[in-house]
């Protein structure tokens, strides 16, 4: 059974960075595409950033040259080093791995970002 679970989330006032983790079981995380989501509330879900199944990435335009999506193929694991960040940053964050035609999503992690 494939499972994620998303870690590393926390509190860093505005211009810090967190590192946040999206651990992989039940599957070889390397071979399919991760992407990092997230939601604020009152808001939609939306895209923060993707790697696929080689080192192809894509970020979203508010998050360009402030995030960065990695892998750990031996922890099986994706990571989203995040930097200088802003209160706008503030959500909750999802992973979400896709095998096929099924989608797979961890519990997520809140993010807060204090001015």
């Known amino acids: 059974q494939v499972q994620l679970v998303e870690s590393g989330g926390g509190l860093v006032q505005a211009g810090g960075s967190l590192r946040l983790s999206c651990a992989a079981s039940g599957v070889i995380a390397r071979i399919y595409p991760v992407t990092w989501y997230r939601q604020s509330p009152g808001k939609e879900r939306e895209l923060v950033a993707g790697?696929?199944?080689?080192?192809?990435?894509n970020y979203a335009d508010s998050v360009k040259g402030r995030f960065t999506i990695s892998r750990n193929n031996a922890e099986n694991t994706v990571y989203l080093q995040m930097d200088n960040l802003k209160p706008e940053d503030t959500a909750v964050y999802y992973c979400k791995l896709v095998v096929r035609f099924s989608e797979y999503w961890g519990q997520g992690t809140q993010v807060t970002v204090s001015e």
């Open positions: 790697i696929d199944g080689a080192t192809t990435t």
